[in-house]
């Protein structure tokens, strides 16, 4: 039965925005997944889309999907560039990796107007500012 299913929970796994400098010395925006474990992750899966109501028409993004493969204790992976005009729509990754042979998933959602500089914070791991979900 459903309720006999066992859904392991994400634990110790982030996605977070985060500004930084180019190499043309412009601002831009990138995606981070963290493994704060202490252990390795595999298979690792991100899909992303962004979706919501812009001057009062329903918008979405196309769907991207990025395979990060494996990742080391406490280490950082960038997942994709993304454009503070995306800012205003809910902006949606699932994640998706095995650890220790069990497989896990996890839908992480920025909330439309969620990144602002007001919100940031000190990212662990990559050690710049950024706005992070846990």
């Known amino acids: 039965m459903k309720k006999d299913i066992i859904i392991p929970k994400v634990e110790d796994i982030a996605l977070a925005i985060v500004q930084e400098e180019n190499n043309l010395k412009q601002l831009e925006w990138n995606v981070y997944i963290i493994n704060l474990k202490d252990d390795e992750i595999e298979g690792v899966l991100v899909s992303s889309k962004g979706y919501g109501k812009k001057e009062g028409e329903k918008v979405k993004t196309s769907m991207l999907r990025h395979f990060l493969d494996k990742m080391p204790p406490r280490s950082f992976k960038k997942v994709e560039p993304?454009?503070?005009e995306l800012f205003g729509?809910?902006?949606?990754?699932?994640?998706?990796?095995?650890?220790?042979?069990?497989?896990?998933?996890k839908k992480y959602i920025f909330l439309a107007e969620s990144v602002q500089t007001k919100h940031l914070i000190a990212v662990p791991v990559i050690n710049k500012l950024g706005v992070m979900i846990k």
Do not use: A, G, P, V
Request: hydrophobic letters at 35%; proline letters at 0%; glycine letters at 0%.
């Open 89 to 105: 729509l809910n902006n949606e990754y699932w994640l998706s990796f095995y650890h220790k042979k069990i497989m896990y998933d």
């Open 82 to 84: 993304i454009q503070e």
